[in-house]
């Protein structure tokens, strides 16, 4: 959805850092040979996740929800040396592509792939987070919230995607739609909720940042 016209968001695009070289070869092939490319992040969001990043500059980072490692590859670019980010995706068959990409960056030995649910792999993981990034079924987001905010250090931030869910949260809610019906709960209670400090930015499908009390 877009929330600006395409000529200013193209200008906003334009006017920032460019899409590194490696990223539009990712997105060609995304398009080219996976199911539903919309999914995947892109250059100007991108240029933001690595902005986020670059300023925090974690030891730690979790992401939930590779698909191709886009926004993997954006949030490597803030890693602190020998900072590692893990990132967990339920669909096997993008594990082979997303390697080669993580391994044609210069931080393939930093990323760790981990195939399977969220909710079942979160709780393997060891250590603390100091960045999150939320970004897959959009009806489990208040459990990935609940699940990664105890691994979150104070000071630490967690970031989800598509919290305006193409502008639906405004819009009179279908009963059987789950997704819209989670995502205008979870938004009002992150507003609430005493442990974290929220602003939500109108980057693309809307992305939530909180920092962790
Ligand atoms: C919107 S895409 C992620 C896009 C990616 N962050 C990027 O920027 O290119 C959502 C991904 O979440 C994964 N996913 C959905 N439900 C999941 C779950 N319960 N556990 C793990 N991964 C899940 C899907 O397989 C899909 O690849």
Redesign the pocket.
């Known amino acids: 959805m877009h929330f600006l016209s395409a000529s200013l968001e193209a200008y906003i695009a334009e006017q920032s850092e460019p899409e590194p070289e490696l990223l539009q070869e990712l997105t060609r092939e995304t398009h080219l040979k996976v199911l539903m490319p919309r999914?995947?992040?892109g250059h100007y969001q991108g240029r933001v996740l690595s902005l986020l990043s670059r300023l925090l500059r974690p030891k730690a980072i979790l992401?939930?929800?590779?698909?191709?490692?886009?926004?993997?590859l954006c949030l490597a670019e803030g890693l602190a040396p020998e900072g590692i980010l893990h990132t967990?995706?339920?669909?096997e068959e993008?594990r082979a592509m997303q390697r080669r990409y993580f391994d044609r960056s210069p931080y393939g030995q930093q990323i760790v792939q981990h195939t399977?649910?969220?909710?079942e792999v979160l709780p393997n993981l060891k250590g603390a987070f100091d960045l999150v990034?939320i970004?897959?079924?959009k009806k489990?987001y208040p459990q990935y919230f609940e699940a990664v905010l105890p691994r979150v250090r104070p000071g630490g931030t967690i970031l989800m995607?598509?919290v305006l869910w193409s502008g639906k949260v405004l819009e009179p809610v279908d009963p059987k739609d789950q997704a819209t019906k989670v995502l205008v709960a979870f938004n009002q209670s992150l507003r609430d909720d005493p442990r974290v400090r929220t602003v939500l930015l109108p980057i693309r499908d809307g992305l939530t940042v909180c920092t962790v009390k």
């Open positions: 999914m995947i992040t992401e939930i929800g590779t698909y191709t490692g886009y926004s993997a967990i995706d339920k669909n993008l399977g649910l969220a909710l990034f970004d897959a079924d489990e995607d598509n």
